[in-house]
Nanobody, 124 residues
Framework: QVQLVESGGGLVQAGGSLSLSCAAS????????VGWFRKAPGKEREFVAA????????YYDDSVKGRFTISRDNAKNTVYLQMNSLKPEDTAVYYC?????????????????WGQGTQVTVSS
């Protein structure tokens, strides 16, 4: 099994940037497609971005397209989420998740392994 730990969250002003990391242990992250999801207070958890394990295909929710970038460094066993031009509505707990299949899903039900989450707060 793979264990995932997110880091890099914090408090930032609107328009600022944060870089989240999802570090894997137990198994190499190269064998997983990885997604980022977020849960804001009072809302359901929602898809943010995903990257496939082989072709590194990337997928984004429309709300973050052009502002967020997902990437992976298999040598470091880590997946990243670079978040630019942050907005107050991006405030949420951000989770990374891993799925052993080849393609990267936008559905949280596809992911079997989850981290504990990291808080991102964007002030206006």
């Amino acid at each position: 099994q793979v264990q995932l730990v997110e880091s890099g969250g914090g408090l930032v002003q609107a328009g600022g940037s944060l870089s989240l990391s999802c570090a894997a242990s137990g198994r190499t992250i190269s064998t997983y497609s990885v997604g980022w999801f977020r849960k804001a207070p009072g809302k359901e958890r929602e898809f943010v971005a995903a990257i496939s394990k082989t072709l590194f295909n990337t997928y984004y929710d429309d709300s973050v397209k052009g502002r967020f970038t997902i990437s992976r460094d298999n040598a470091k066993n880590t997946v990243y989420l670079q978040m630019n031009s942050l907005k107050p509505e991006d405030t949420a707990v951000y989770y990374c998740a891993a799925d052993a299949r080849y393609f990267a899903s936008v559905f949280e039900s596809a992911y079997g392994y989850w981290g504990q989450g990291t808080q991102v707060t964007v002030s206006s």
